[in-house]
């Protein structure tokens, strides 16, 4: 039984790039949440989804960043134009319900050059 | 706004020793959830134990126990038998009980170190 998976594990970005972070919740689990951990930081909430609904993007910047879990795939975090600020680790967690205990996935290091 | 402190950036610990890591949250829920995360070098966040703010028992897991102190808002990590596998950063997590939303709030995290 797969937990929720996430790639690419590490990406390398030069500034004005874009980035994609796919992550795939197990199986069964329709929510999806994404967090933000900077270097020697707590992780921060950005986004939780649903498919094809976005409930709470309170943790979202307001520009360049996007997010979408649709029908059929995994949940896509999107940056545009990326800056070195973004360089961080990205991780997704997927529960069965919105009550339900989140499961993480490995997280995905991105590096902005 | 819930917000999770975690004041000492680093702890250690002598092998086989017993350590306590501290938390405190503000809220003005009466119904949440408080956990413990471990991260270790390979970044993988691991739930430790999880406590539910309407039970009045402390949580148990093997060597992780928790002291839960709701009117005071403190959840301390207590690790007993520590190991070097203990080794990592442990983040402190709130999590309301009501409404579809199970996002969680990190603290900052505390690095523990163990010594052979």
């Known amino acids: 039984n797969a937990g929720v998976m996430q790639n690419p594990r590490h990406l390398v970005r030069r500034r004005g790039q874009e980035a994609r972070l796919r992550c795939s919740p197990m199986k069964g689990h329709s929510h999806v949440y994404w967090y933000r951990q900077l270097p020697e930081e707590g992780l921060k909430f950005m986004v939780y989804?649903?498919?094809?609904?976005?409930?709470?993007e309170s943790g979202m910047p307001k520009e360049r960043f996007s997010a979408e879990f649709p029908k059929e795939g995994p949940s896509i975090l999107r940056i545009q134009q990326v800056v070195r600020g973004d360089s961080a680790a990205y991780f997704c967690?997927?529960?069965?319900?919105?009550?339900?205990?989140?499961?993480f996935g490995p997280g995905t290091r991105l590096l902005v050059l | 706004a819930q917000t999770v402190t975690q004041s000492q950036p680093e702890m250690s610990v002598q092998e086989a020793e017993t350590v306590t890591l501290s938390c405190t949250y503000d809220t003005s829920e009466s119904d949440y959830y408080l956990f413990w995360y471990k991260q270790p070098p390979s970044r993988q966040m691991i739930l430790v134990i999880r406590?539910?703010?309407?039970?009045?028992q402390n949580a148990t897991e093997n060597r992780f126990s928790v002291n839960f102190q709701k009117a005071a808002k403190s959840f301390s990590l207590k690790i007993s038998d520590s190991q070097l596998g203990d080794a990592a950063m442990y983040f402190c997590?709130?999590?309301?009980?009501?409404?579809?939303?199970?996002?969680?709030?990190f603290g900052k995290g505390i690095t523990l170190s163990v010594r052979p």
């Open positions: 406590q539910e703010a309407y039970k009045q």
């Open positions: 989804l649903q498919k094809e609904n976005i409930i709470d």
């Open positions: 967690a997927s529960s069965p319900d919105g009550l339900g205990q989140s499961e």
């Open positions: 997590a709130y999590r309301r009980g009501t409404g579809a939303n199970s996002k969680l709030t």
